[in-house]
């Protein structure tokens, strides 16, 4: 398995992926029509450019050349203190990629891709993860913490009902 920085290139291969993984994550979760409502509002290929064109980095996973999973990150300010802040925006893995490190992977290379942008100065990893999501725990596991909790409207009367999780790097 081997992770690479994404390309406008590979919008076609987040989408697709999205659409398996994305889907398979909040269907007991979200309504059908939150569902739709978030796939075009993150995983649209003009979204996903307009991502990318916005300073967010995309990473990919593959096995061979078949993606297998993706994370994303981008910088967020910095905090009351000066430390800068990033968004895990992204970090999802294909079913059949499940449970053999990838995610862990993924994540290790948005926190080295992290102290790369600050030259490893400190910095903090922020990611919003949805309350009833069992991958809270996986982040826990991996030294995250959860900061505070809300639920943000993201449009047409829907809402993230969220953890905003840390980890200092």
């Known amino acids: 398995m081997t992770i690479r920085p994404a390309t406008y290139d590979d919008i076609p291969a987040i989408n697709a992926m999205a659409q398996v993984v994305f889907r398979q994550t909040y269907r007991d979760i979200l309504s059908p029509e939150q569902m739709e409502f978030m796939m075009d509002w993150m995983y649209s290929p003009e979204n996903l450019t307009a991502q990318m064109d916005g300073g967010h980095r995309f990473f990919i996973a593959e096995g061979g ?29 294909m079913p059949e990629s499940q449970g053999f490190g990838l ?21 903090r990893m922020e990611l919003n993860v949805n309350r009833n999501n069992p991958a809270v725990g996986f982040y826990k596991k991996l030294g995250m913490s959860i900061l505070r909790q809300g639920d943000f409207p993201i449009g047409h009367g829907f809402y993230m009902n969220d953890y905003i999780m840390s980890i200092k790097i």
Do not use: C, M, W
């Open 65 to 93: 050349l078949i993606p297998q999973g993706y994370v994303s990150i981008r910088p967020d300010g910095s905090d009351a203190d000066g430390v800068p802040v990033f968004h895990l925006e992204k970090i999802y893995v």
């Open 103 to 123: 995610g862990k992977a993924l994540f290790e290379t948005a926190v080295t891709a992290v102290r790369k942008a600050v030259n490893n100065a400190p910095a």
